[in-house]
């Protein structure tokens, strides 16, 4: 077998599927070749004669999840330095994340008259202008009623993070936004989101760096920020170049291992049947048993499993949060990949 070393796992990827049994822990017999569905969520319910699965060997390549970042800028009368400050410094900000390796995409919602990212990032693949003017106390709620706007534009299992600009303090609280965000589907933030906050940490005309520089502390900003592990700066600050290689370090910092694994590609003229594909952990000195899949991230709860990042066009598998807790904690455990078994599913 093709075995890698990834993070605190080691992985083993195999494909091609024979004629064995798979059986239930009690020893009860579930069949073969029709899906088959998993026990209780308290953990891996299910046995599996592992060598039965295995025919061909296809190695596959370790990735970093996706990571998508959507700025939101204040474009009311007060903020015309700050977002000089922000356009002048995108470019430095993406190439920073781009040499780290990460597939990155940009959101900036704001008004394109107010701002306008240059070339490379302007203009690229892997950016998105959405033309919305954004006022002093709106910005939270901008980024929901824009939703459609970016929608397509974001990947399912990637990281996203926000980055709200503003002098101002915001309509909406913290948990106002949190369930807006809550319920956008498709494909949403099953996964949350981390929340970045250049704000004005005192209210104007208060002794220190914010004096007659800010309209209101950005308090309800500073929540979510400090709720969703992002960074805060100052938007007082004159000297911004340390607030993107500090955002820059965040996004490429916040990218979970071993938890995303790519699908290898099954070879020239060999079709990847998704409904056949089973991710299978050996603790150390146990036996192997199939993790079961999921629909999504939503359905992990605190159970065990796995989903696609994709379920219409499957081009990676994403752990469950807890069985991702249980192979950091088990570096010299084996987790297989197996392909041609029906899929054991929760």
Same mark, same amino acid.
Request: with cysteine; glycine share 10%; net charge negative.
């Given at each position: 077998?093709?075995?890698?070393?990834?993070?605190?796992?080691?992985?083993?990827?195999? #494909?091609?599927?024979?004629?064995?049994?798979?059986?239930?822990?009690?020893?009860?017999?579930?069949?073969?070749?029709?899906?088959?569905?998993?026990?209780?969520?308290?953990?891996?319910?299910?046995?599996?004669?592992?060598? +039965?699965?295995?025919?061909?060997?296809?190695? =596959?390549? /370790?990735?970093? &999840?996706?990571?998508?970042?959507?700025?939101?800028?204040? !474009?009311?009368?007060?903020?015309?330095? /700050?977002?000089?400050?922000?356009?002048?410094?995108?470019? *430095?900000? *993406?190439? &920073?994340? =781009?040499?780290?390796?990460?597939?990155?995409?940009?959101?900036?919602?704001?008004?394109?008259?107010?701002?306008?990212?240059?070339?490379?990032?302007?203009?690229?693949?892997?950016?998105?202008?959405?033309?919305?003017?954004? @006022?002093?106390?709106?910005?939270?709620?901008?980024?929901?009623?824009?939703?459609?706007?970016?929608?397509?534009?974001? &990947?399912?299992?990637?990281? &996203?993070?926000?980055?709200?600009?503003?002098?101002?303090?915001?309509?909406?609280?913290?948990?106002?936004?949190?369930? +807006?965000? #809550?319920?956008?589907? =498709?494909?949403? $933030?099953?996964?949350? $989101? %981390?929340?970045?906050?250049?704000?004005?940490?005192?209210?104007?005309?208060?002794?220190?760096?914010?004096?007659?520089?800010?309209?209101? +502390?950005?308090?309800?900003?500073?929540?979510?920020?400090?709720?969703?592990?992002?960074?805060?700066?100052?938007?007082?600050?004159? !000297?911004?170049?340390?607030?993107?290689?500090?955002?820059?370090?965040?996004?490429?910092?916040?990218?979970?291992?071993?938890?995303?694994?790519?699908?290898? @590609?099954?070879?020239?003229?060999?079709?990847?049947?998704?409904?056949?594909?089973n991710f299978i952990y050996t603790p150390t000195g146990g036996a192997p048993a199939p993790v079961p899949q999921r629909a999504s991230a939503t359905d992990c709860?605190? +159970?065990?499993?796995?989903?696609?990042?994709?379920?219409? !066009?499957?081009?990676?598998?994403?752990?469950?949060?807890?069985?991702?807790? %249980?192979?950091? *904690?088990?570096?010299?455990?084996?987790?297989?990949?197996?392909?041609?078994?029906?899929?054991?599913?929760?």
């Open positions: 077998m093709h075995i890698r070393q990834i993070g605190a796992a080691l992985v083993v990827l195999s #494909a091609g599927c024979g004629p064995g049994v798979l059986d239930k822990a009690d020893g009860g017999g579930v069949g073969n070749g029709d899906a088959r569905t998993g026990g209780g969520d308290s953990g891996f319910p299910l046995a599996i004669d592992a060598a +039965a699965c295995v025919a061909n060997e296809f190695s =596959a390549t /370790e990735q970093s &999840r996706p990571v998508d970042i959507i700025w939101v800028i204040d !474009n009311s009368g007060s903020m015309d330095a /700050e977002e000089r400050r922000v356009q002048d410094n995108m470019n *430095a900000f *993406a190439t &920073r994340i =781009a040499a780290s390796g990460i597939d990155y995409h940009v959101v900036v919602i704001a008004d394109t008259g107010n701002i306008n990212v240059p070339p490379p990032l302007g203009g690229s693949p892997e950016f998105l202008a959405v033309n919305r003017h954004v @006022d002093s106390n709106n910005p939270l709620e901008i980024v929901i009623a824009t939703y459609p706007m970016y929608q397509a534009f974001l &990947r399912p299992g990637a990281v &996203r993070h926000f980055v709200a600009v503003t002098d101002d303090e915001s309509d909406w609280s913290a948990s106002q936004f949190e369930s +807006a965000i #809550a319920a956008l589907v =498709a494909p949403g $933030f099953p996964d949350g $989101f %981390v929340f970045h906050a250049v704000v004005a940490e005192a209210p104007p005309f208060f002794p220190g760096p914010c004096l007659a520089l800010s309209a209101a +502390a950005g308090d309800v900003y500073i929540q979510l920020q400090e709720a969703h592990g992002g960074v805060f700066f100052s938007l007082c600050s004159t !000297n911004w170049s340390p607030l993107f290689d500090t955002l820059a370090t965040s996004v490429t910092a916040n990218v979970s291992l071993p938890c995303f694994y790519d699908l290898p @590609d099954p070879g020239p003229g060999m079709t990847l049947d998704f409904q056949k594909v709860g605190g +159970a065990h499993g796995w989903y696609y990042d994709d379920a219409a !066009n499957p081009t990676a598998i994403i752990l469950c949060p807890a069985t991702c807790t %249980v192979l950091e *904690a088990d570096p010299t455990g084996t987790v297989e990949v197996s392909y041609g078994c029906a899929t054991i599913i929760e």
